[in-house]
């Protein structure tokens, strides 16, 4: 067993709110992703559509694009623990 560092990766990101479909979209847009990959749910939840399975983010979640264009959340704490912004 060896010890790994996790490659520093550039990704965009955005902190899902929970403020209903018209935030939805607007992140859909800044993120330049598909809305067939994420939708609203009526408790304010997202359904991300992942080659293993739905995901749920809820609001204070961070959505995530990829290096390939996956879209994916991360809990708040986890994200702060792992990214850093780029200026």
């Known amino acids: 067993m060896g010890l790994y ?3 520093p990766v550039v990704v965009d990101a955005m902190q ?3 403020d209903g479909p018209a935030a939805l979209e607007a992140l859909l847009r ?3 992703v598909s809305s067939e990959q994420v939708t609203h749910q009526a408790n ?3 359904a991300i559509a992942m080659l293993e399975g739905v995901m ?3 609001p204070s979640d961070w959505i ?3 290096v390939h264009h996956e879209v994916y959340p991360c809990k708040d704490h986890v994200f702060k ?3 850093e ?3």
């Open 30 to 32: 800044e993120l330049g």
């Open 16 to 18: 899902w709110n929970g």
């Open 56 to 58: 749920t983010a809820i």
């Open 44 to 46: 304010g939840d997202l």
């Open 81 to 83: 623990a792992t990214y």
């Open 85 to 87: 912004a780029v200026p």
């Open 5 to 7: 560092r996790k490659r």
């Open 64 to 66: 995530i694009k990829g």
